[in-house]
């Protein structure tokens, strides 16, 4: 089974930038598309970013795009998050999840039940 470790989150002022990181640990990772969601006090989680396995396509929320970039290390672990010009709005706990191979990913990649694992989670705060 699947483990997904994210790292990188912490406390930056309004116009700055964090690199979110997500590993797989604990078990075998292969030809599994990658989101990242997130979570903010009071609210559901919602989709941020997702990139395909092989192919490298990219979906963003309308939220982030042109802010945030969803990266991959060669079709497998690490994949990133990197987020720039930050507002408070953004202050969530961001999730890494991971979509088999057998899921509808490619139909639904913004949706929470396309992915099978997830990770714990990394505390994003962000000040104005």
């Known amino acids: 089974q699947v483990q997904l470790v994210e790292s990188g989150g912490g406390l930056v002022q309004a116009g700055g930038s964090l690199r979110l990181s997500c590993a797989a640990s604990g078990g075998t990772f292969s030809d599994y598309a990658m989101g990242w969601f997130r979570q903010a006090p009071g609210k559901e989680r919602e989709f941020v970013a997702a990139i395909s396995w092989r192919g490298g396509s990219t979906y963003y929320a309308d939220s982030v795009r042109g802010r945030f970039t969803i990266s991959r290390d060669g079709a497998k672990n690490p994949v990133y998050l990197q987020m720039n010009s930050l507002e408070p709005e953004d202050t969530a706990v961001y999730y890494c999840?991971?979509?088999?191979?057998?899921?509808?990913?490619?139909?639904?990649?913004?949706?929470?039940?396309?992915?099978?694992?997830w990770g714990q989670g990394t505390q994003v705060t962000v000040s104005s």
């Open positions: 999840a991971a979509a088999t191979e057998d899921s509808s990913w490619h139909l639904y990649p913004r949706l929470t039940r396309e992915y099978a694992y």
